[in-house]
């Protein structure tokens, strides 16, 4: 068997003709809204010839996916190669409008989401939603696009393109690119069956299972990759669980567990120019600047946007990002419609078209990343451990030349002039650069850029240095992150009873969040001593900028939801545990009536989560402990209060004892119930 790594670049594949496979769309829609072909015809423009499975698109999202399946400008490869392949991905929104996930219900035959949670994971993944609502409030879709442009004199404007385009709710890029190495060349050899008969193997995958390593089956190849875990995920996917210590603001203990989105972009090959620049960078994403990234294709965009992306973990990124993002994007219209003056929304954009210098002046951060295309055919592809090299660099890379550019008085000069220019210099020649006004607050470690390892001439070796190079960029960041989420980890404290304390009371709350507290308190406190050698003194604007950005609310309230969760989790496990007897012992009577109305309020709650299909496994265990509980502390109380209690209906019910009406002397029209248990006393 072949097996297919992260690390793989050129995996062979073959289809078997004699294997006569079926497509099991509610497995596929896990991992896979639809595969396109897309075709772009000189007289219609962009035309989408086969998708699979038919009806997963509304007519506008077809339109939106076939304009940004192809590079806008044909490659300017200048050594008459007759192919040129290329990958990269695209962000767009689902529209408002359309019937997401169009196949009906009579395709699909339900799969029981008891069962189904019991053969995947052991009840770690939450329910899968069947095909017609499983794609309700999902807000965007990511595009992974394989296009081959085929370059010969004989065709109208001297060639033709096609994409092959896999269609997905979740940013795996970590599948799908090499997934795509096996299906675009796939597709060109033996035409549309191929997506059928890739379709048929993906809706054989298991249910994904984010942070974990997955093995997943094509054909005669496996492709062994690694998930971004639950916390990372965007909100709306919102389908797995999430753990605490996931979450939590410490830095985590297994290194090879992906930490965030694009785990596997090549950071160093996507800013080797402008490696200085990388700290700026972390902070415009973190506070949620607004960020134009302009490259010369759509590859190096995408990857520069993704990389991005990756240095926030494992902060989620609540920016609306946007790896290729062309003109006929919807939102295009009104980002080109705003003012000067006016606000621009929190976004990171990737684009190849030098019209957005002037259609989106008012953005104020520019990127410039990249180096023209080389003179090459091969595919376009970069991984945490395949990174493409950047043409045109001199050798002997590392921070001793990077100081020498950076304080000679050319280069100097040359920023100089550089700045003066504007962006808009990338008219008449591209070049690498940051064009901002922010202040930034952190400063460039430069002791991890001088860990950085040169890359050799031999593109073995260059892929070698480009992970270890990826590993440390992304290990600094991500202590970077950690460390800056640090100072709110007294608001993520989940309790737990403490030894012989009721654990059927409910747990306090967590701390409330005041910003103006926090700050005040981080102000006097101090940043750490991590961050204290690597920040400004103005490194507490940086904390109220984050507060105010878009990143801080939703990352603070999803943790604040999943530790309460936790908490919850801890106290139910306390409950099953208790030993009422040993605990009764030391209670007042009051403590004793007050002990029996909070073990009926549990018990209740949990035939609730039953009734509304959110019951744990442990259901009927829990239960049973709850009522023997509520029993023993029954037994106990004064006969007079057990005769008050019994005249709700429901509640003999749980205690499994009858009540007759009784009429009292002298008052006789009020009754009381009398005891008889059918349980030891």
């Known amino acids: 068997m072949l097996i297919i790594s992260e690390m793989s670049r050129s995996p062979s594949f073959s289809v078997k003709q004699e294997l006569s496979l079926k497509t099991d769309l509610e497995s596929l829609q896990q991992w896979a809204v639809a595969f396109c072909i897309i075709r772009f015809d000189l007289e219609q423009g962009q035309l989408i010839e086969e998708c699979y499975p038919p009806g997963s698109l509304s007519n506008e999202e077809e339109l939106d996916v076939a304009f940004s399946s192809f590079p806008d400008s044909v490659s300017q490869n200048q050594n008459r190669s007759s192919i040129h392949d290329c990958i990269f991905f695209f962000r767009i929104q689902r529209r408002k409008n359309s019937e997401q996930g169009n196949v009906t219900s009579s395709e699909v035959v339900g799969i029981d989401d008891e069962e189904e ?63 795509l190495q096996i299906m675009g060349p796939l597709y060109f050899d033996v035409g549309t069956k191929a997506l059928e008969h890739i379709a048929a193997y993906v809706s054989m995958w298991p249910t994904p299972v984010p942070g974990k390593q997955m093995e997943l089956h094509i054909g005669n190849a496996m492709l062994k990759v690694s998930l971004p875990p639950a916390h990372s995920l965007p909100f709306e996917i919102g389908i797995f ?126 990127i410039s990343v990249g180096s023209p295309a080389s003179n090459s055919n091969r595919v376009a592809f970069a991984s945490r451990s395949s990174a493409s090299r950047i043409p045109g660099r001199p050798e002997g890379f590392g921070l001793q030349q990077l100081s020498l550019k950076k ?56 892929e070698s240095m ?45 701390p409330p969040f005041n910003a103006e507290e926090f700050l005040a308190n981080l102000s006097a406190r101090g940043v750490g001593k991590f961050l204290s050698k690597r920040m400004k003194s103005n490194w507490l604007d940086l904390y109220k900028r984050f507060l105010k950005g878009p990143n801080f609310m939703p990352w603070f309230q999803r943790r604040r939801t999943v530790v309460e969760q936790e908490q919850h989790r801890l106290w139910r496990q306390a409950r099953m545990k208790a030993d009422i007897q040993l605990l009764m012992s030391k209670m007042s009577e009051l403590e004793i009536v007050d002990s029996f109305n909070s073990i009926e309020r549990h018990l209740h709650g949990e035939i609730l989560m039953e009734k509304s299909g959110k019951a744990g496994v442990d259901f009927a265990e829990t239960c049973q402990k709850l009522k023997k509980d509520l029993q023993a502390v029954f037994d106990v109380l004064p006969k007079d209060m057990q005769q008050l209690l019994l005249m709700n209906p429901e509640r003999a019910a749980l205690l499994k004892v009858s009540w007759e009406p009784t009429k009292l002397t002298g008052h006789p029209s009020l009754q009381i119930g009398a005891v008889s248990s059918k349980s030891p006393r």
């Open 117 to 179: 949670s019991s053969k995947s994971m052991k009840g770690k993944v939450i329910n899968r939603r069947k095909i017609r609502n499983g794609t309700k409030g999902l807000k965007y879709l990511y595009g992974f696009v394989f296009n081959r442009q085929r370059h010969d004199e004989k065709l109208k404007r001297g060639g033709e393109q096609k994409s092959v385009v896999i269609l997905s709710h979740n940013p795996y890029s970590s599948v799908f690119r090499p997934l």
């Open 241 to 366: 669980e999430e753990s605490a210590s996931a979450m939590a603001p410490f830095l985590p203990s297994n290194q090879l567990i992906p930490q965030g989105l694009f785990h596997d972009s090549d950071i160093f090959g996507a800013f080797r120019g402008i490696l200085l620049q990388l700290w700026l960078l972390w902070e415009l994403l973190l506070i949620g600047e607004p960020i134009l990234i302009i490259g010369p294709t759509p590859p190096q965009c995408c990857e520069a946007v993704a990389s991005l992306v990756s240095l926030v973990a494992p902060l989620p990124c609540s920016v609306d990002f946007r790896p290729y993002f062309t003109i006929h994007d919807p939102d295009f219209k009104h980002l080109n419609s705003l003012k000067e003056g006016d606000a621009f929304p929190p976004m990171v954009l990737g684009v190849t078209n030098l019209f957005f210098l002037k259609a989106l002046r008012n953005i104020p951060h520019i």
């Open 407 to 462: 304080f000679s008085p050319s280069s100097l000069l040359s920023a100089v002039k550089l700045r003066r220019d504007g962006p808009l210099c990338l008219m008449t020649e591209h070049k690498e650069a940051v064009w901002s006004t922010h202040v930034a607050s952190t400063k460039p470690d430069t002791s991890i850029l001088n860990r950085l390892i040169d890359a050799g001439k031999s593109p073995r070796v260059e």
């Open 466 to 510: 480009s992970v270890v190079n990826n590993e440390i960029l992304r290990r600094h960041f991500l202590e970077l992150t950690t460390n800056f989420l640090a100072p709110f980890g007294p608001y993520f404290r989940a309790s737990t009873p403490s030894e012989g304390s009721l654990p059927f009371i409910d747990p306090p709350p967590l």
